[in-house]
T-cell receptor, first 112, second 118 residues
Framework: RKEVEQDPGPFNVPEGATVAFNCTYSNSASQSFFWYRQDCRKEPKLLMSVYSSGNEDGRFTAQLNRASQYISLLIRDSKLSDSATYLCVVNMMAGSNYQLIWGAGTKLIIKP | NAGVTQTPKFQVLKTGQSMTLQCAQDMNHNSMYWYRQDPGMGLRLIYYSASEGTTDKGEVPNGYNVSRLNKREFSLRLESAAPSQTSVYFC?????????????????FGPGTRLTVT
């Protein structure tokens, strides 16, 4: 089992719809969780950190489910500009340090 | 602030050639990282530097060397390039307060270097 797994998609979604995708992680001791956004041929950029209580930023909501070891990202009222690949990132112990482990990403395509 | 800068943006090498990828950040971060990204795979850590003067191997260090030149600059060297090293290379930086917070914070990325080895 991969340490961080994501459905690669693509998710093809009409503009204005709501879309959600999950990311599962293998290490129950993980402490930090992030969603990054990566546009085609660009660098990843932080979208949201994911807190235990869940958090919302405008149209975006992130949730953490520690019991089932997954995080989720919900996008409401999707825009054409939301088309991108969404990367899930989880921290895990590597030796005596924490490291961030990256999922391969979920591709989202918003259609007019 | 420029953030994280990388040079070059594109490079084509022949098998066996060497090159150095440069990275610099102006955010006063103490940690810097080199990743590679291949199609269908997550970012994979090549090397990292938790602080000036230290470097450590990541997940895929073979074929690479690094130098933390100072707090701002972290370079990645390919001594003898191979086609398997064709990839997009990203440099990233972050700040961590101490060892207990290492790896727990947002990372800031440079624009990437697209490397092709023929």
């Amino acid at each position: 089992r991969k340490e961080v797994e994501q459905d690669p998609g693509p998710f093809n979604v009409p503009e204005g719809a709501t879309v959600a995708f999950n990311c599962t992680y293998s290490n129950s001791a993980s402490q930090s969780f992030f969603w990054y956004r990566q546009d085609c041929r660009k660098e990843p950029k932080l979208l949201m950190s994911v807190y235990s209580s869940g958090n919302e930023d405008g149209r975006f909501t992130a949730q953490l489910n520690r019991a089932s070891q997954y995080i989720s990202l919900l996008i409401r009222d999707s825009k054409l500009s939301d088309s991108a690949t969404y990367l899930c990132v989880v921290n895990m112990m590597a030796g005596s340090n924490y490291q961030l482990i990256w999922g391969a990403g979920t591709k989202l395509i918003i259609k007019p | 602030n420029a953030g994280v800068t990388q040079t070059p943006k594109f490079q084509v090498l022949k098998t066996g050639q060497s090159m150095t990828l440069q990275c610099a950040q102006d955010m006063n971060h103490n940690s810097m990282y080199w990743y590679r990204q291949d199609p269908g795979m997550g970012l994979r850590l090549i090397y990292y530097s938790a602080s000036e003067g230290t470097t450590d191997k990541g997940e895929v260090p073979n074929g690479y060397n690094v130098s933390r030149l100072n707090k701002r600059e972290f370079s990645l060297r390919l001594e003898s390039a191979a086609p398997s090293q064709t990839s997009v290379y990203f440099c990233a930086s972050t700040y961590h307060r101490d060892r207990t917070t290492f790896g727990l914070r947002e990372q800031y990325f440079g624009p990437g270097t697209r490397l092709t080895v023929t």
